[in-house]
């Protein structure tokens, strides 16, 4: 059950933190990225391509989940999108996290250590692979 209400409260969270600063800060964003096409363009690529953005984006270590939040309640990506997104992006983590913590209590299931490790290093280098492989491509 801990990973169920762990999932739900972090997207409830997020939710909370898209939703004010969409409400926020969304039209000063538009109005700002009317003379920048570079930025729009970024801008159009993500509300065509949303759920895969923000999935792709749960999966960086090394932005924080606030930031990520906020961030794409500026951005036009769709509520149904992010929120799906978070939910399927949140799982992993949240899964090896539960299982280290829970090793760490004890020691005797260290497996569950180097089970949770392995699942931070498939949910890094996954996407990673996935996005070399389409580069290269045909």
């Not at 800060?25 to 538009?30: L, V, Y």
Request: net charge positive; glycine share 8%; aromatic share 14%.
């Amino acid at each position: 059950w801990g990973t169920l209400y762990t999932v739900t409260g972090a997207t409830v969270c997020a939710a909370l933190e898209f939703g004010v600063a969409r409400w926020v800060g969304r039209e000063t964003i538009e109005r700002w990225l009317a003379g920048r096409a570079r930025l729009a363009n970024f801008d159009a690529f993500i509300e065509q391509r949303g759920l895969w953005a923000v999935l792709i984006l749960r999966t960086v270590p090394s932005v924080p989940f606030e930031v990520m939040n906020i961030s794409l309640g500026l951005s036009p990506v769709r509520w149904r999108h992010f929120l799906a997104a978070t939910v399927i992006g949140a799982i992993p983590w949240t899964i090896a996290f539960g299982f280290m913590g829970e090793a760490l209590t004890d020691f005797r299931n260290i497996w569950k250590v180097l089970a949770g490790i392995s699942a931070l290093v498939a949910i890094i280098w996954v996407p990673w692979l996935w996005r070399r492989r389409r580069a290269s491509a045909p």
